[in-house]
C-alpha cells in the first residue's frame, strides 16, 4: 500500500471515531497526477446527497504531460462505497451531527483508495489539550531515552 496523500490537519483539527475504505471515480490523467502525488486534501470534505457519497473541494493537480483535454482540479468526484456504509453515515451524520472528513489518497493493488472517517470537530480547548498532552509523552520520552542511554 502506497500513499499517496494525507490529510495531517485531519488529526489536529477533529475527533475521529469510525474508518472506512472507498474507491472513488477518478479520470485518466487525474490518476496519473495522483499517482504523482499532487493531491491536496486540507479543506476538503464528503457529502452525501440522493444515496451517493461525493469528495468536495479536494484539488488534484492537472498533469503536466496532458494535451488540452485536462481536467478541473477542484471539481466533485463519486465515492464508491456498498449501499449499506452510505446508509451507516447517513444515519451517524444526522443523528450524532458527525461529518466525514478524507484522511488518505493511498493505492491498493494499482487502484486508488480513499481512507474516509466519520469525525467530529475540536473545540479550541480540545486542541490545547492534545498539544499538551503530545508536548508531555514527547518529554518523557526524550527523558527516558537520556536516562538509560548507554555510555
Same mark, same amino acid.
Not at 464508491?80 to 489518497?105: A, V
Not at 489539550?129 to 503530545?134: D, S, Y
Given at each position: 500500500?502506497?500513499?499517496?496523500?494525507?490529510?495531517?490537519?485531519?488529526? /489536529?483539527?477533529?475527533?475521529?471515531?469510525?474508518?472506512?475504505?472507498? #474507491?472513488?471515480?477518478?479520470?485518466?490523467?487525474?490518476?496519473?497526477?495522483?499517482?504523482? #502525488?499532487?493531491?491536496?486534501?486540507?479543506?476538503?470534505?464528503?457529502?452525501?446527497?440522493?444515496?451517493?457519497?461525493?469528495?468536495?473541494?479536494?484539488?488534484?493537480?492537472?498533469?503536466?504531460?496532458?494535451?488540452?483535454?485536462? /481536467?478541473?482540479?477542484?471539481?466533485?468526484?463519486?465515492?464508491?462505497?456498498?449501499? *449499506?456504509?452510505?446508509?451507516?453515515?447517513?444515519?451517524?451524520?444526522?443523528?450524532? #451531527?458527525?461529518?466525514?472528513?478524507?484522511?488518505?489518497?493511498?493505492?491498493?493493488?494499482?487502484?486508488?483508495?480513499?481512507?474516509?472517517?466519520?469525525?467530529?470537530?475540536?473545540?479550541?480547548?480540545?486542541? *490545547?489539550?492534545?498539544?499538551?498532552?503530545?508536548?508531555?509523552?514527547?518529554?518523557?520520552?526524550?527523558?527516558?531515552?537520556?536516562?538509560?542511554?548507554?555510555?
Amino acid at each position: 500500500m502506497k500513499v499517496l496523500a494525507t490529510n495531517r490537519k485531519a488529526y /489536529h483539527d477533529f475527533e475521529i471515531f469510525e474508518k472506512f475504505e472507498a #474507491g472513488i471515480s477518478l479520470l485518466g490523467t487525474e490518476v496519473k497526477s495522483a499517482k504523482n #502525488g499532487k493531491i491536496n486534501l486540507k479543506d476538503s470534505h464528503v457529502k452525501v446527497k440522493n444515496g451517493e457519497a461525493f469528495l468536495i473541494n479536494c484539488h488534484i493537480s492537472p498533469y503536466t504531460q496532458a494535451n488540452i483535454e485536462n /481536467h478541473d482540479p477542484t471539481r466533485t468526484r463519486k465515492l464508491l462505497l456498498h449501499k *449499506r456504509e452510505i446508509n451507516k453515515l447517513m444515519g451517524k451524520i444526522n443523528e450524532k #451531527g458527525l461529518t466525514i472528513i478524507p484522511l488518505k489518497f493511498y493505492l491498493k493493488n494499482n487502484l486508488v483508495k480513499l481512507e474516509i472517517a466519520l469525525a467530529r470537530g475540536k473545540k479550541l480547548h480540545d486542541k *490545547r489539550e492534545t498539544i499538551k498532552r503530545k508536548d508531555m509523552e514527547r518529554d518523557i520520552n526524550r527523558d527516558l531515552k537520556n536516562k538509560y542511554k548507554i555510555r
